[in-house]
C-alpha cells in the first residue's frame, strides 16, 4: 500500500509499506479521507520532532471505512467511520479523573503512533464511531474539527445570547464560531485572511477584519463591558497580549492555540475583573457524538469549509501551500485516487 513518510526538516516522502495486521481488539480501515491540521503543520516544520519519529506515518482526522473489525466490536466490513486518535494508559490520575484525552502517557495516532497517511491502518475498535449515511466523504473528514469545536464550547460554557470573541478564523476558529452561534450566542471573529474573511462572512459570521482596532470593536459592540467568552485560537502572541483587555467581569478565556514559547500576557486584567482563563485540547467521546449530531443535521455546515483536495503524492505541496497562508482554508488528502 501507499503510504507518505515524514522525513524532518519539511520533507514527506511517498513509498509502500506492508498492510498493517490488525491486533485482537483492533479493527482493519482503508482510509478515504484524511484532513491537514494545524498540528500538521507544526510537525512539517520540525516543532514536534521529539515526539514524531522519523519516517512516521502522521494524519489524525481520518474518514475510512472498515475492511474488518472483531466481532464483538458492533462495526462490520464497510462500516463508514471516523475514530478518536488517542491511545491512553486507563490507570493514571487524569484516566480515573475521566480526562483520558490528557492521559498523562497519551499517544496520539498521528503523531506519536502511525496514522492515516496511508492506505490502510489499524485502529482500537474501541475509539470509532459510524458516520452517518447522510454525510459525504469530505463532511466526514471535518468530523475531527468539528469535535475540538464542539469540546472547546462547552468547556467555555457558552450560553444563549453571550457575546463571543474568537480570535483566528480558520478552521477551529471558524468551527468554534459557528458551534457558538448554534448554541445562541453572537458571534465575531478576529481574521486577517482576505479569502478566510469572505468565507466567513459568507457563512453570515460577523467579521473584525486587520484594518479594525479590536479593542474598540469590542467596547462598541459591547457598550464597554467586554464579552463573556474570547477564544484564542490564532497561537499569536499579538492575540494572547490582548484577550484579557476583551472580556467582562468574571468572562472567560479559552486557549485553544498552540503556544510553543512562554509570551507577555496581561495578567492585570485577570485580576481586576476576576477572568477565568483555561486550556482546551482534543476532545473527549461526547464531543465526537455532538459534532457527529451537529454535522449530520446540518447544523453545521461543514462543506464550505474544503477548499481544496489533493492526492497523496502532494502532500508536501499541500503542506507548503497551506503554511503559506494563502486562499485556503482545509486542505484534504483523498487517498481513494
Ligand atoms: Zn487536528
Ligand atoms: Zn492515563
Known sequence: MRAAFYQGSRTFTIGEAPLPAPGPAEALLRVRRVGICGTDLHIFQGHLDHRVPKGGVIGHETFAEVVEAPAASGFGPGDRVVFEPLSFCGACRACLMGASYLCYALKIIGVELPGGMREYCTVPAARLLKVPATLADDEAAMIEPLAVATHDVA???VRPDDRVLVFGGGPIGALIALVARH????VAVVEVNPFRIDLLEAYGLETVGPDIDVLRFTNDWTGGTGVDVAFEVTGNPAAARLVTDVVRVWGTISIVAIHAEPIPMN????????LVMHGSRLYAREDWEEAIRLAA???VEVAPLVSTTIRLEELQRGMEQALAGGPVMKVLVDLTT
Open 155 to 157: 468547556r467555555a460554557q
Open 183 to 186: 448554541r445562541g450566542a453572537r
Open 267 to 274: 495578567l492585570y486584567q485577570m485580576f481586576a475583573r476576576e
Open 297 to 299: 443535521s446540518g447544523a
